[in-house]
């Protein structure tokens, strides 16, 4: 699993926008799982809750971020 800025990459993608909020309610609940069409493990889940922290703490400008599956 890995964050894609670019939205580029390969693999079965979800698109989330730059806003902690919403990272913070895709890993509260199955959404993010859902539209990966996997599970993720608590690993996973947390070093996606910490972008979301640093997302917090910096002043990103981004449009939006995808997360990939690498298959």
Same mark, same amino acid.
């Given at each position: 699993?890995?964050?894609?800025?670019?939205?580029? *990459?390969?693999? @079965? =993608?979800?698109? +989330?926008?730059?806003?902690?909020?919403?990272?913070? *309610?895709?890993? @509260? =609940?199955?959404? +993010?799982?859902l539209a990966l069409n996997t599970t993720l493990n608590d690993a996973t889940k947390a070093r996606l809750g910490a972008f979301a922290a640093e997302l917090r703490e910096t002043a990103a400008t981004l449009t939006g971020t995808n997360v990939r599956t690498e298959e």
């Open positions: 699993m890995e964050i894609d800025p670019t939205g580029k *990459r390969n693999g @079965r =993608g979800a698109y +989330l926008c730059d806003r902690p909020e919403c990272w913070d *309610r895709a890993l @509260r =609940g199955s959404m +993010l799982d």
